[in-house]
């Protein structure tokens, strides 16, 4: 697994490493540039000058003017050299030179030449050369300056803009570094927090992060919240289960130890009766698990693709009859509600309906504000001072129908969860139970 932070400082040093190699590599070549080019215009200058010093005589020498001749032209090897030429055989050249041989050759007019060569002493050169008209004859005239404390002068430069540039670039690296450090140190502390989760120790992840961390952060809280939520329901439901078994289990085992029973057949009646309550039982959590489907965690439920498959699933359970479901919806059948959660509520509301109907259950969805689910039946209903205590854990209508007397518990704890709330009415339209469910949207 690569490691972010490794990553970040991996990306961050290899970019300030190019960024500083081309920023040193651009500024050496501006500056070389830029001082040849002052080298270049001053030289042009001068030969210009040695061009007015220079006449042909009428044998046709090149002579050269006194004042040519400057101290730095005369004294050997000085770093400053001309030459003026008529061809490649008639040439003037300064003291300096020191009857050194130079490689030039006659230019033609407005032509110029900017070379490196290597002069006296191997001194490295500049070389300026250029062609004018005087006197209807062509001169040549090469102006040459020696490079030897120039170059040792960038020499001292470049080394000090390589020391400077590396310190700033081990600065930059430790910003970098401190930066990127402070910047991951959030999600160690989320890293700390979900350890802490899986231990026991905390139920959500109490850390705050960069805000591209944030929304992962929430739907993880989100997620262990709905989770605990659900476990609570499922450990509650299995314990009910698991107390509704016990209960006829010991009945059975008192029974059977029972020397007083009158006869087989009443003793066989109570233990086909307990059987059937637990067959009851145990028929009602499987009937729950079918209802459920394969459910997988999302927080968006599509009613339009959930809502036939539960129906389907209903109707089969409760094939002793013919049940006309009917839908209706104000256009929006996306709600932001878990999915889980969605079909186990929409799930105990209509196998209470589907239960007590006669032949008919409606539904209508509407989602604006917040969502509302309004489901009626056409069955027996209940009188008003009844309809409070249907939503108390364990209370039937009616002990003669299978149940438990949990769906519209269940149902309530989950609208809770969602700051809802659950109304039950009589419904004016088919003359049952009027379940109205409310649940928050944010």
Not at 182 to 209: D, F, Y
Request: a neutral charge.
């Amino acid at each position: 697994m690569k490691s972010l932070r490794k990553q970040l400082s991996l990306g961050l040093t290899l970019s300030l490493v190019g960024l500083l190699t081309l920023q040193w590599a651009v500024v050496t070549f501006t500056i070389d540039h830029l001082i040849q080019s002052q080298m270049t215009a001053r030289m042009q200058q001068e030969a210009e000058g040695i061009l007015a010093g220079v006449t042909v005589n009428t044998r046709g020498e090149l002579v050269l003017a006194p004042h040519v001749m400057t101290a730095g032209y005369q004294r050997p090897f000085s770093g400053r050299y001309f030459i003026a030429m008529l061809d490649d055989t008639h040439k003037a050249p300064s003291r300096s030179w020191w009857d050194v041989e130079i490689p030039a050759h006659a230019l033609k007019v407005g032509e110029e030449q900017v070379t490196h060569v290597n002069g006296p002493e191997s001194q490295p050169l500049l070389l300026l050369g250029h062609g004018y008209r005087k006197q209807q004859r062509t001169i040549t005239i090469y102006v040459a300056e020696s490079l030897v404390e120039l170059q040792q002068s960038l020499r001292m430069f470049h080394w000090l803009y390589g020391v400077f540039s590396l310190l700033g670039l081990l600065a930059l690296l430790a910003l970098q570094r401190w930066i990127v450090v402070n910047t991951l140190k959030p999600l160690q502390q989320i890293k700390e927090s979900l350890a802490k989760v899986a231990s026991g120790e905390l139920q959500q992840i109490n850390a705050s992060g960069p805000a591209e961390v944030m929304p992962l952060v929430n739907e993880f809280n989100r997620i262990l919240k709905s989770t605990s939520q659900k476990t609570r329901r499922s450990r509650l439901a299995i314990g009910n289960l698991a107390h509704g078994l016990k209960t006829r289990l010991a009945q059975l085992q008192l029974l059977s130890g029972d020397a007083n029973a009158e006869n087989d057949a009443q003793l066989r009646q109570l233990v086909q009766s307990c059987s059937a309550e637990i067959n009851q039982d145990v028929e009602r959590e499987l009937k729950r698990a079918r209802l459920m489907g394969d459910v997988y965690t999302s927080q968006t439920t599509e009613l339009e693709v959930e809502l036939p498959k539960l129906v389907s699933t209903l109707q089969k359970i409760y094939s002793e009859k013919t049940v006309a479901f009917g839908w209706q919806h104000d256009g929006q059948t996306r709600v932001m509600i878990d999915r889980e959660d969605m079909l186990e509520l929409l799930g105990n509301v209509l196998d209470n309906a589907f239960k007590w109907c006669r032949s008919q259950v409606k539904l209508y969805v509407s989602v604006q504000a917040a969502i509302h689910i309004i489901v009626e039946d056409d069955g027996p209903g209940s009188e008003a001072a009844e309809l409070a205590t249907l939503l108390q854990r364990g209370m039937r209508m009616d002990e003669s129908k299978p149940g438990s007397g949990l769906g519209l518990a269940i149902v309530q704890d989950i609208v809770q969860h969602y700051h809802g709330e659950v109304t039950l009415t009589h419904s004016q339209h088919l003359g049952g139970l009027r379940v109205h469910l409310t649940l928050a949207t944010a």
